[in-house]
């Protein structure tokens, strides 16, 4: 499939560990200099520092090293991204989203605390993670560009969750078109603000962060692509959430629209895009090509 990718397991694990050893320190330490109320940072504690997968933050990082940058400079963007996604699934879990009691292999933030402290908590990581870059970027200029960036990745995950749960398209749309503005938005927007910070972060080229965005691109309609099959072909307890939800919801999704055999092949065809995409910035992208066979083949 491609020269730089390497997806054997050990290598793998490694992928995955290294950022996410350097970002977890990074967020709870953030937490612990909030000055607000003890059962607000507990509420946002729970979830941010829950056994996530960590998948936007080590975008973030292997991203900015992809075309040349230090990790130690993207660890506010990959924290803030990570701050994002949680408030994504704290309100995405709520009784009137898709009513979800577990996550990460644990109760929801509202079944453990209540749904006032979760729509609050969520609302909280949200603010949290542009204070955190306005005030641990530097200079100012790359602050407000990350901020930017955040915010246009933001505003298209919730005008996605919008189109997935309370959808407003026009009468002639076709399925797929829903589909892939459904799971562009809700899904691939983060994914690809996250490569796009490390590329800034890093100074990329435009030509680079084209590259890089292409890559987003592919494996964030992947990513979701790849969530709506696990939710019908893993068990509830493997995957740390509740399976078989989207069938019982009625949500559009590729298996439904499509089946399982053609939603592979699309997971297929999205992953040779994002390697396509990688091929220029040689050796030093390996890592995101590796995550990127990671990502097609993840079974949780
Ligand atoms: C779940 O995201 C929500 C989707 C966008 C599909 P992840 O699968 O990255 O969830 P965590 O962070 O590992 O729990
Ligand atoms: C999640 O989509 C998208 C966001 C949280 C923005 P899903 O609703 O499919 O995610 P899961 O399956 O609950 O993790
Ligand atoms: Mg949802
Ligand atoms: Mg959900
Ligand atoms: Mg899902």
Known sequence: MSTTADPSAASIEQELKVPSALVEPYMAACL????????????????????????RPIL?????????????DALAPAAAIEMIHCFSLIHDDLPAMDDDDFRRGRPTLHKHTNEAMAILAGDALMGLAFQLLIEK????????????????????????????????????????????????????????????????????????????TRYGDAIGLMF?????????????EHLGKTAGKDVEQGKLTYP???????????????????????????????PLARLCDYLAVRTK
């Not at 990082?61 to 940058?69: F, Q, S």
Request: hydrophobic share 45%; glycine share 8%; proline share 5%.
């Open 137 to 212: 970027v530097k200079p100012i200029s790359m602050a407000a560009e990350l901020v930017r960036e955040l915010a246009v990745g933001t505003n298209a995950m919730i005008a996605g969750q919008v189109y997935d749960t309370l959808p407003d398209f026009p009468a002639s749309t076709d399925p797929l078109s829903k589909l892939r503005t459904i799971h562009s938005n809700k899904t691939g927007a983060l994914i690809r603000a996250s490569v796009r910070m490390g590329a800034i972060v890093a100074k990329a080229s435009p030509e680079q962060l084209q590259l890089l």
């Open 32 to 55: 612990k200099e909030l000055k607000w109320p003890g059962n607000l940072v507990d509420a946002m504690g729970y979830s941010l520092l829950g056994p996530g997968k960590r998948m």
């Open 224 to 236: 979701q692509i790849v969530d709506d099959l696990l939710d019908i072909t893993q068990t509830s």
């Open 60 to 72: 973030v990082i292997r991203g900015c090293e992809a075309v040349g940058g230090k990790a130690e």
């Open 256 to 286: 439904a629209v499509m089946g399982i055999d053609a939603s592979r092949a699309e997971v297929h065809r999205l992953q040779e895009e994002a390697h396509a995409s990688l091929r220029p910035l040689g050796a030093a992208a390996g």
